[in-house]
């Protein structure tokens, strides 16, 4: 695939207002829904692992739809090569529709993870997708306006999310947190099917078919798959030394050898072009993703676990005290696009942004039983504007470093970067805080908590019972039951700021980049299919 610049001036029609902002408005939704399926579930996830009576299931729950959401990024992204960007969004979209009424109908935890897992392939492909067609639109200084639009959904979701996952499991149910989605994803798709008008390239089916990276597709999802499977095993489900997580572990691992010699050998349309790491710059970028992927999902799935077991707080009110870490996030994404549009400059941004985060994760280390509101409310604000600053300028410096056609795959792979990062940080993380959790069993025994009580707070059932906590009378045994909650999560949060810190250290090896004004959209397909275009003038970006 490549871009070609095509001197006929209808080959990129003037967009009205109108149809400007219905794209915007219909990429919006599209945003919105994917990204409110990763934080609606963090206040319900423990009213579903007790109506279902699954608690093994608790991590699964998040995991599965941040597992698949990664697996699937970098092939989304390659179908719109091959066939264009609308039908492919299009079908994202349905997807997605469909997903949520398999999670809104599901009968046990099996269904349910069956049914995130298809929801977060949909998923992946919407939060790349919406990134791509952008950056289709506009030139590089000028979509950072839009980008920091698209943050600022995100960041809405992260706040409505636990506030809606929050209330219909308290007052109404937990379906419901699918069942909005369809009206969303309705809408989402009218819109871009009447207005979204980008080169549709035509490409016939079994030729699609042909140029497919089929064995690359395999093997980076054998890679996310057995990988994190292997590590959410460990220690829990299974010894970690046993065959099964060591085999998920080592197959993982051999699968990305497989797929690194796919993209350099075998694939004509690679997934991952290796020349995307040939430079020290976009390693870097992608290093500065991971470390920011890791650490920002954190927060919005584990301080509402803090609240809901420390601190005894409902759903819905858990919902209400994370609003101040996801309307941070939302502040500091908009205030970052306009940054970048007005002076160009991101690194500044990307430094800034992993030193507050650093700093607000390592803030978290100190949350107990007797931590304050006002602790509470400033370690968020602090962390959320880190993580708000930290969407938009990777994006931004890895684009900045790659040719209009290549944009495509570089924002996949950085999108499958920060969405393996977020997967397994909360597999990661629940196998940290479960194994915590199970070192503190004599420590619950030697208050007086009963056996059966005590293995109930123990290693993976933890979390999913937390709603025993508030029918616990003896104050010795609830403080230690507290305690021991404090404890788990602050080796969590040590994990987490470590990881930030790494943040740091790779973003001083991202190089400057003036970021230009000029734009060429993409022209999609097959190279081809296109070998008899016409070179021609770029237009300005604003004009779209």
């Known amino acids: 695939m490549e871009t070609m610049e095509i001197m006929d001036s209808t080959a990129m029609p003037h967009r009205s207002k109108v149809q400007v902002f219905a794209i915007m408005v219909a990429l919006?939704?599209?945003m919105f829904v994917a990204a409110l399926d990763q934080t609606i579930m963090a206040t319900a996830i423990p009213t579903i692992a007790a109506k279902l009576h699954s608690a093994a299931g608790y991590t699964w729950i998040g995991g599965a739809y941040l597992l698949a959401n990664a697996a699937g990024?970098?092939?989304w992204a390659k179908l719109s090569d091959i066939w264009g960007r609308k039908p492919i969004l299009l079908l994202a979209v349905a997807w997605f529709f469909g997903s949520s009424i398999i999670c809104a109908t599901a009968v046990d935890m099996p269904m349910l993870i069956a049914g995130r897992a298809l929801q977060g392939v949909a998923g992946g492909g919407l939060l790349q997708l919406v990134t791509i067609v952008i950056s289709?639109?506009?030139?590089?200084?000028?979509?950072?306006l839009y980008l920091g639009l698209m943050e600022f959904m995100w960041a809405l979701a992260g706040g409505i999310g636990p506030l809606l996952g929050g209330a219909f499991s308290q007052y109404v149910s937990w379906?419901?947190?699918?069942?909005?989605n369809l009206p969303v994803c309705g809408l989402a798709f009218v819109l871009l099917l009447l207005f979204l008008d980008v080169h549709n390239p035509k490409t016939k089916m079994l030729d699609g078919v042909r140029a497919i990276d089929w064995f690359g597709s395999l093997s980076i999802l054998g890679l996310t798959l057995m990988l994190l499977l292997g590590l959410d095993f460990g220690g829990e489900t299974f010894p970690w030394d046993s065959p099964k997580v060591i085999c998920l572990i080592v197959f993982g691992s051999l699968c990305s050898l497989l797929f690194i010699y796919s993209e350099k050998r075998l694939a004509k349309y690679p997934l991952m072009p290796m020349s995307l790491f040939a430079q020290t710059s976009n390693v870097a970028t992608l290093a500065v993703t991971f470390a920011h992927g890791f650490v920002f999902i954190?927060?919005?799935?584990?301080?509402?676990?803090?609240?809901q077991s420390i601190k005894e707080a409902s759903p819905i009110r858990s919902g209400i005290l994370v609003l101040p870490l996801v309307l941070s996030e939302a502040f500091a994404g908009i205030i970052t696009g306009a940054?970048?549009?007005?002076?160009?400059?991101?690194?500044e941004l990307i430094w800034l942004g992993m030193t507050l985060s650093t700093i607000g994760n390592g803030l978290y280390i100190h949350l107990n039983a007797y931590s304050s509101l006002g602790q509470i409310i400033g370690y968020q604000i602090l962390s959320g504007i880190g993580a708000g600053l930290m969407f938009e300028p990777p994006v931004i410096a890895i684009q900045a470093m790659v040719s209009q056609d290549e944009t495509a795959t570089a924002t996949a792979t950085l999108g499958f970067v920060r969405n393996l990062a977020a997967s397994s940080s909360i597999v990661i993380g629940g196998v940290v805080f479960?194994?915590?959790?199970?070192?503190?069993?004599?420590?619950?025994l030697a208050a007086g908590m009963s056996e059966t009580l005590t293995e109930q707070m123990s290693g993976?059932?933890?979390?999913?019972?937390?709603?025993?906590?508030?029918?616990i009378q003896d104050a010795t045994q609830l403080l230690a039951v507290k305690e021991a909650f404090a404890w788990s999560l602050r080796n969590m949060w040590i994990l987490y700021t470590c990881m930030s810190a790494l943040g740091i250290v790779a973003g001083v090896f991202i190089l400057k980049t003036r970021l230009n004004k000029e734009h060429v959209e993409t022209r999609t397909g097959l190279k081809s299919e296109k070998s008899d275009a016409a070179t021609v003038l770029e237009r300005p970006a604003d004009e779209c």
């Open 28 to 30: 919006s939704l599209s």
């Open 136 to 144: 289709d639109l506009f030139s590089v200084r000028h979509r950072s």
């Open 73 to 75: 990024a970098c092939i």
């Open 339 to 347: 940054i970048i549009h007005r002076t160009g400059r991101y690194r």
């Open 434 to 444: 479960q194994n915590s959790m199970s070192q503190m069993k004599s420590t619950l």
């Open 175 to 180: 379906r419901w947190s699918f069942w909005v």
């Open 460 to 471: 993976d059932s933890a979390a999913a019972n937390i709603e025993i906590i508030k029918t």
């Open 298 to 307: 954190a927060g919005e799935y584990y301080v509402p676990l803090y609240l």
